[in-house]
């Protein structure tokens, strides 16, 4: 089992940038691959970016591509997403998220922990 802990989160002006982490805790964290999704209320949690066991393969939403960066380091149990260019359209509640196995996966319901989210508000 895992835990999962984000931050970094805040509020920023439409083109500022914020760098995500989420630590994780409980278990060997190279045996997992992460994600990270996000969530506006009311809507569904969608896929941000995510990238394998070693972080050599990584995929992203087409929202983000080109301004965000998922990256891991596993000496540190840590996963993170620097964030740039940021709009209002990317203010939501940003969630961490770990996949037993090697392969990421852009689904939520392929991940098994997840953390409690970080909120992200770009003002305009």
């Known amino acids: 089992q895992v835990q999962l802990v984000e931050s970094g989160g805040g509020l920023v002006l439409t083109g500022g940038s914020l760098r995500l982490s989420c630590a994780a805790s409980?278990?060997?964290?190279?045996?997992?691959?992460m994600g990270w999704f996000r969530q506006v209320p009311g809507k569904d949690r969608d896929f941000v970016a995510a990238l394998n066991w070693s972080g050599g393969i990584t995929a992203y939403a087409d929202s983000v591509k080109g301004r965000f960066l998922i990256s891991r380091d596993n000496a540190k149990n840590t996963v993170y997403l620097e964030m740039n260019s940021l709009k209002p359209e990317d203010t939501a509640i940003y969630f961490c998220?770990?996949?037993?196995?090697?392969?990421?996966?852009?689904?939520?319901?392929?991940?098994?922990?997840w953390g409690q989210g970080t909120q992200v508000t770009v003002s305009s």
């Open positions: 409980g278990s060997t964290f190279s045996s997992y691959a």
């Open positions: 998220a770990a996949r037993v196995g090697t392969s990421y996966s852009p689904a939520t319901d392929k991940y098994d922990y």
